[in-house]
């Protein structure tokens, strides 16, 4: 299958601060990426579908000045968790459905989120 | 909202079938049905899609209702590697989000 491939795969930061995880399609083109949160013991929960060159489109209840996404080429997504909190902690993981790579998205390996 | 029922949980012995339903009795027309599976700490990783017909490929078999109410997941020999958390998914075919349920935890054991 499509490879995805996310980064960090796991990060620690301080409160207040910032984090950037990068999601990339490394063999294919991605015109639409899905980024997901998952708490321990829970399913995935859909935060915003990006569409490369245009603004991400949030799920409700998800703050769009909190998780800002960026999908600037058809092959890097970026999520950014800004001004972390303890209650951000979480597992992220960003999808991505291809021009050309048939109807199923594909999936990064996660990364995991500790806010101290 | 997901539109899918499945078990929480089933058990399955290391080298048998693995039968896994899943009831999406409000199905629309127009929507496949997906289904992935999570391993502990992973993304999820794409088994099998279909829309009326049976499907089969390297990993597993869809098994679809001729009404398309509901569907079975079929692993034909289950082995300690399959122990998963199994999603059904239903979805317009192209990009459309993948929203996912409860899922069903599958043991397998030796």
């Known amino acids: 299958g499509a490879v995805v491939s996310q980064h960090p795969s796991r990060v620690i930061c301080k409160s207040g601060t910032s984090v950037k995880i990068e999601c990339r399609s490394l063999?294919?083109?991605?015109?639409?990426m899905f980024w997901y949160r998952q708490f321990p013991k829970q399913s995935l929960m859909l935060m915003a579908t990006?569409?490369?060159?245009?603004?991400?489109?949030?799920e409700q209840g998800v703050e769009k000045d909190k998780f800002l996404i960026n999908h600037a080429s058809l092959t890097l997504s970026t999520l950014t968790v800004t001004s972390a909190h303890p209650e951000d902690s979480s597992f992220y993981i960003c999808?991505?459905?291809?021009?050309?790579?048939?109807?199923?998205?594909?999936f990064g390996q996660g990364t995991r989120l500790t806010v101290v | 909202d997901a539109k899918t029922t499945q078990p929480p949980s089933m058990d399955c012995a290391e080298g048998r079938a693995a039968n896994l339903p899943c009831n999406h009795s409000?199905?629309?027309?127009?929507?496949?049905v997906y289904w992935y599976r999570q391993i502990h700490s992973q993304g999820p990783q794409y088994i099998i899609h279909?829309?009326?017909n049976n499907e089969t490929n390297e990993m597993a078999s869809l098994i679809i209702t001729e009404d398309r109410k509901s569907s079975t997941l079929i692993l034909p020999h289950a082995t300690l590697r399959d122990t998963a958390v199994y999603y059904c998914?239903?979805?317009?075919?192209?990009?459309?989000?993948?929203?996912f349920g409860a899922g069903t935890i599958l043991r397998v054991k030796s």
């Open positions: 999808s991505a459905l291809g021009v050309l790579r048939g109807s199923e998205a594909f």
């Open positions: 063999d294919f083109q991605a015109t639409t």
């Open positions: 990006s569409n490369e060159g245009s603004k991400a489109t949030y």
């Open positions: 409000t199905i629309s027309g127009n929507e496949y």
């Open positions: 279909g829309l009326k």
């Open positions: 998914i239903v979805r317009v075919e192209r990009g459309d989000k993948l929203v």
